[in-house]
């Protein structure tokens, strides 16, 4: 069965403190997405990486960086987390299909960071 | 460039009513279009897709959307509502470009929550 796996359901950190969220997938998908839920905007892009190495800015990407030094993981990092960081974390993957990425995304359950 | 705009943050239906969630879209190219449902502090599941094949399209669990070009809309529905599908719903548009649009990104709409009430 698919699955991605994000290692932390919920967090509380302090303004200021570098934040991980890790995000593994077993199903070897090319495309990994960061998204961060806030009610009433829906689901924003803040990063997403087509292979290994590689990697994009969404549309949100301030504050925020990633590291895929893996096919499999795909991390994003709070360097120096604030309190307008606060939010649920939503990590995806997807299979790139010939040429044309047909966008069913796999979700993972969602990482809620709470910054104080 | 794309957009999706979900009509109403929240709707209401009685169980055993009928279920109607509204989305229309913007998009440069043919689109792929997408219902996602989110149970209370879970991740997002694919509901149905629609990808240029029939116009109709059924999804799990009863629900099924209409690609209407002309009136660029994509509405779910579900003939009876069923307590357990009370949620939020994802409308998602991908106008997958051109050339090599694995790289490509969805567009999310704000979602609409949705109550059943017994």
């Known amino acids: 069965d698919v699955k991605v796996t994000q290692s932390s359901r919920y967090l509380v950190k302090r303004t200021g403190e570098k934040v991980f969220l890790e995000c593994v997938q077993d199903m070897d998908h090319e495309n990994m997405f960061w998204y961060r839920q806030d009610p009433g905007l829906g689901l924003r892009l803040i990063y997403f990486?087509?292979?290994?190495?590689?990697?994009e800015k969404g549309d949100i990407p301030e504050g925020y960086s990633v590291s895929r030094e893996k096919k499999e993981r795909f991390s994003l990092i709070l360097e120096s987390a604030s309190t307008n960081q606060t939010s649920m974390y939503l990590c995806?993957?997807?299979?790139?299909?010939?040429?044309?990425?047909?966008?069913?995304?796999?979700f993972g359950e969602g990482s809620r960071l709470t910054v104080l | 460039a794309q957009s999706v705009t979900q009509l109403d943050s929240h709707v209401s239906v009685s169980e055993g009513t009928p279920v109607l969630l509204r989305c229309n879209y913007s998009s440069s190219y043919s689109p792929s279009l997408f219902w996602y449902v989110q149970h209370p502090n879970k991740g997002l599941q694919l509901l149905l897709k629609?990808?240029?094949?029939?116009?109709l399209v059924k999804g799990i669990n009863g629900f099924e959307a209409e690609f209407k070009k002309s009136e660029t809309s994509f509405h779910l529905t579900k003939p009876s509502a069923h307590m357990s599908d009370a949620a939020e719903y994802f409308c998602?548009?991908?106008?997958?470009?051109?050339?090599?649009?694995?790289?490509?990104?969805?567009?999310f709409g704000s979602g609409t929550r949705l109550q059943v009430q017994p």
């Open positions: 995806a993957s997807s299979l790139r299909t010939g040429s044309r990425n047909t966008g069913e995304l796999f």
């Open positions: 629609y990808t240029s094949a029939a116009t």
């Open positions: 990486s087509y292979d290994v190495k590689m990697k």
């Open positions: 998602v548009v991908s106008d997958g470009g051109g050339l090599d649009t694995g790289r490509r990104a969805l567009t």
